[in-house]
Antibody
Framework: QVQLVESGGGVVQPGRSLRLSCAASGFTFRNHAMHWVRQAPGKGLEWVAVISYDASNKYYTDSVKGRFTISRDNSKNTLYLQMNSLRAEDTAMYYC????????????WGQGTLVTVSS | QSALAQPASVSGSPGQSITISCTGTSSDVGGYNYVSWYQQHPGKAPKLMIYDVSNRPSGVSNRFSGSKSGNTASLTISGLQAEDEADYYCSSYTSSSTRVFGIGTKVTVL
């Protein structure tokens, strides 16, 4: 069955960096675009970034452009989110989500990893 | 990249029908038939309920239905049940190839 397992979250000081990982299994990872979606405590969902199946295309929400980088390693079935210059407002649960082949919706989600930016 | 507009809360009694609206612009909701809806229970990951405006994934109850008119999409839950109490989010593809979520609607079963 499809599984997405995020890791790498934790407490980090403002201005520092963190790298999140999302290990995928149960499907052909290289065939699917992948997303990061975050949710601040008590708030709604916010789309963060997407990477195409072959990493040729990447898009970001405005608030993370220039600070976050989405990447993938199809040989390791793993999605990444490199987060630099972290701010308090980046504090959130970060979910990875799969996009169905040639579709535009998130059909599977991980359970999330919590990032807390605090001094 | 403004969030799509949704009512903060909607409530109904068991057995009733409720509708949640999701309003965007011609650059997102109105421009594409790529609206999806997600249900999220407290402490859980979101779950896909509707995709491409009105399609239900396998395993989702037919009490859930979706539609769209212009820049506004809607999710209807008929025969409301206690287990439907959750937060609901719409999402749309955008003209910038990004995605955008609605602000979320808390559904309460009275």
């Amino acid at each position: 069955q499809v599984q997405l397992v995020e890791s790498g979250g934790g407490v980090v000081q403002p201005g520092r960096s963190l790298r999140l990982s999302c290990a995928a299994s149960g499907f052909t990872f290289r065939n699917h675009a992948m997303h990061w979606v975050r949710q601040a405590p008590g708030k709604g969902l916010e789309w963060v970034a997407v990477i195409s199946y072959d990493a040729s295309n990447k898009y970001y929400t405005d608030s993370v452009k220039g600070r976050f980088t989405i990447s993938r390693d199809n040989s390791k079935n793993t999605l990444y989110l490199q987060m630099n210059s972290l701010r308090a407002e980046d504090t959130a649960m970060y979910y990875c989500a799969r996009e169905e082949w040639t579709k535009v919706y998130f059909d599977y989600w991980g359970q999330g990893t919590l990032v807390t930016v605090s001094s | 990249q403004s969030a799509l507009a949704q009512p903060a809360s909607v409530s109904g009694s068991p057995g009733q029908s409720i509708t949640i609206s999701c309003t965007g612009t011609s650059s997102d909701v109105g421009g594409y038939n790529y609206v999806s809806w997600y249900q999220q229970h407290p402490g859980k990951a979101p779950k896909l309920m509707i995709y491409d405006v009105s399609n239900r994934p396998s395993g989702v109850s037919n009490r859930f239905s979706g539609s769209k008119s212009g820049n506004t999409a809607s999710l209807t839950i008929s025969g409301l049940q206690a287990e439907d109490e959750a937060d609901y989010y719409c999402s749309s593809y955008t003209s910038s190839s990004t995605r955008v979520f609605g602000i979320g609607t808390k559904v309460t079963v009275l």
